[in-house]
């Protein structure tokens, strides 16, 4: 074991407490009882297998809406990847610990009823040993217990997805290492769909035309004596400081998808008047307030769990931290949206907005329209209290 790792390690042991603490004599030991009796482990043969490759952020990669039949067993790689990365227009880099390079980490789509299988990969050009826990998963603290792998390892896990709707998964390595991988970016959002699709309250069916995943991150960057963001030769180097910051719960960061901007201008999410779009908004850590300007949420499931019968015509919804929600809008006018968090301090000064560019060739006077131009005040203006006292 490298000295790095050791140290980090140690740290880890050092930093558990309360519920992460660890556990008592009598406790049952899930990864030996597991192993133990893997020979009673469900043969999955006759299920069909489906191999998946994900993509980054805010894009979903391609999937059924309906299943498109029995219940199948649905393969997932998803590399480790740690990194230094840039998060603001002012240069501010941090050393980042990714799923799959990306801060969320990619989206992943089954169906309730299918069989998840991950192999989960700890690059060797890391410094450190990482997990995944799913919220979706039952047991092993979401799998926690089953995929710690050091770097250069790989594991496989495999999960029954029992229940529909966006859950995160996020690495868990115990103590403070936990919330530092956290907010250091290891989080991403898995949906699983009903097998019959999405639907309203009453039974009908709803359909979108394309998702996105938005993935929400506190960060906490350190500053020197003068207020400048501090700067680190490595993960390990900067932990002291980045926990002191996490303690004072107020991040210097709060984004869309692992940077200020990320999703804003050039790197806009799109659609097109007519279309019905799925955003799927995760926040492992704090909560959140998702809004889109100039547009509603039709159907909303807050809480992220589609056996509920969706909220309608939302302004605002409410995401807890350590979930994902999901919203439908179907867009009926063309131009700039923008989709936010409505703690407006927290999306403006911080960094929690994105753009929706919406394509169309016709305005709907109907909806919205303007019968006088700006221009000066008129001198047959009544200037009396337009509004009774």
Known sequence: MNVLKTTLLSAALALACGAFAAPPAYAVDALELMQSTIDQAPDLSA????????????FVHAHDQVAPGAP??????????????????????????TF????????MVVHEGDYVELKLINLASNSMPHNIDFHAATGALGGGDFTVVSPGEEVTLRWKATRSGTFIY???PGGSMTPWHVVQGMHGTIMVLPR????DGDGKP???DRAYYVGE??????????GNFRSYGSSAESLPDTLATMRTLTPSHIVFNGAVGALTGENAMTAKVGETVLFVHSQANRDTRPHLIGGHGDYVWEEGKFDNAPMKDLETWFIRGGSAGAALYTFLQPGLHVYLNHNLIEAVELGAAGHVQVSGDRWNHDLMTQPAKTGPIRPDTDLSMPVAR
Not at 217 to 226: E, G, K, V
């Open 170 to 172: 996020h690495c868990a």
């Open 196 to 199: 019959d699709g999405l639907k």
């Open 217 to 226: 991150t506190d960060f906490y960057i350190p500053r020197d004596a003068d």
């Open 72 to 97: 199948r067993l649905v393969k997932f790689t998803l590399p480790i990847e740690e990194k230094e990365i840039v998060i603001d227009d002012k240069g501010t880099r941090m050393h980042a610990m």
């Open 47 to 58: 299920l069909a297998e489906h191999k998946v490759q994900l993509v980054r952020p805010p």
């Open 206 to 208: 709803l359909r979108y």
């Open 100 to 107: 799959g390079g990306s801060i969320p980490g990619p989206m």
